[in-house]
């Protein structure tokens, strides 16, 4: 079976992971995805295949006879879909010999523009997978699922010698809450790589380091009729707070490894107020930089409205994984000798954003992130290619064989 059969198959899987929920995971719905990929594992003899109470399946191929020295390396996809649009009743479309133009989606009025996505012009001649306009895709990340399996299938009916593999699929990705339930030694890799990323042949070691901060503000109430002197609004406040921040450092204005004040939420009233931002940086000094700012601005607040007028919590939620692969960065050199082998022309990346393996990266498993091939996630202009998923399932053979030919 082909990557791509496996991703028309996954998307019928609604797994939207849900960001009020404080359950593990938390949406229950996607056990039924779980269910369904260690059926799969198991019928291609992977018998210690299963699903633990969190959602977590792992699975793992032994080492062929002879080869038990090598060392052990993992791959690692997620089960949910985004909650920022739609991923149930996923109706993919598929244009064959795609002739590199504008595709309309569906009945929707959404017309997937090569204005917007250039790329789409280099995939002429390729078949395009789209969504109808009306959903999501899913592709992100079962279409790493789906390279993973696919991979991991031809690996065992072609007989090739090979370390031991491990695998693990998880939940709740996308809101940021399930790898910290990952079980390195059930697991049981010493490096690994998520199939989380864009276009095949992307490698990214190098992310953000995250912050979410919380901004608390206590205003006074009074009539307007007799507020001068006393009223204190906490909504203005909280604009003033926001005018003192660099105004060209937010996502929009900013591109690479520069960081960025996301003001996510703002609500309130006269009495309270709250600002909610993500704080995010590559460099470990800005990141602190960024961070030592807002609790400046919140300490001038409150000397000038009054003690206990402005509060700060801030909570760092993951770490740049460079520093924690530099120092086994093998495991980068191989995944570009492996996207060479199989034709592809590897592409170092700097992700905007974070990975699970850069927390795994953190927990003590090393774990770069590389490209599935797709393009557009979150929102129903996600595309991907059919050619794009089959280099992605090379590469990842000639990654198993490099580690492999280790002596």
């Known amino acids: 079976m082909r990557a791509y059969e496996r991703l028309l198959n ?13 359950t593990m995971p938390t949406s229950f719905r996607q056990f039924d995805l779980a269910h369904q990929l260690t059926y799969e594992l198991k019928l291609m003899g992977i018998d210690n295949a299963r699903i633990n109470n969190d959602c977590f399946v792992y699975g793992s191929l032994e080492a062929t006879s002879g080869y038990e020295h090598v060392t052990p390396i993992g791959f690692i996809a997620h089960m949910d879909t985004s909650p920022e649009f739609n991923g149930r009743h996923v109706h993919p479309q598929i244009l064959e010999n795609y002739n590199g133009e504008d595709v309309t989606l569906g009945t929707s009025g959404r017309v997937l523009r090569v204005l917007d996505f250039p790329r789409l012009k280099t995939l002429k001649g390729s078949t395009l997978i789209t969504t109808d306009g009306t959903s999501l895709l899913g592709a992100d990340d079962k279409a790493g699922i789906a390279e993973i399996l696919t991979a991991l299938e031809a690996i065992i009916q072609d007989k090739r010698p090979h370390g031991k593999i491990c695998i693990a699929f998880t939940p709740d990705e996308e809101v940021g809450t399930g790898i910290a339930r990952f079980n390195l030694d059930e697991f049981g890799a010493k490096y690994a790589y998520t199939l989380d990323g864009w276009e095949e042949g992307e490698i990214v070691y190098e992310n953000f380091n995250a912050a979410s901060v919380v901004i608390s503000i206590n205003g006074k109430n009074m009539h307007t009729g007799r507020a001068k002197g006393v009223m204190i609004n906490a909504q203005l406040i909280g604009i003033e707070i926001n005018h003192l921040l660099p105004p060209a450092e937010i996502p929009s204005k900013t591109e690479g490894r520069q960081g960025f004040f996301h003001l996510l939420h703002f609500h ?130 000639e990654l198993i064989a490099i580690y492999a030919e280790e002596q």
Request: hydrophobic residues 35%; contains cysteine; negative net charge.
């Open 10 to 22: 996954y998307v019928n899987f609604w797994t939207t992971s849900d960001p009020e929920a404080d």
């Open 268 to 397: 309130g009233s006269v009495e309270y107020a709250q600002l909610i931002y993500n704080v995010r940086e590559h460099s470990t000094d800005l990141f602190r930089q960024r961070k030592e700012l807002l609790c400046r601005i919140v300490e001038q607040m409150n000397e000038t409205y009054g003690e206990h007028t402005v509060s700060i919590a801030i909570n760092d939620v993951y770490y740049n994984m460079k520093e924690k692969i530099e120092p086994c960065f093998h495991i980068i050199e191989n995944a570009q000798k492996a996207a060479c082998r199989a034709g592809i022309q590897p592409k170092i990346r700097v992700t905007r954003g974070g990975t699970d393996g850069a927390s795994l990266s953190f927990m003590g498993l090393p774990c770069p992130n590389l490209g599935t091939g797709g393009q557009a996630f979150h929102g129903p202009y996600e595309h991907i290619t059919i050619e794009g998923m089959d280099q992605v399932v090379r590469m990842l053979q």
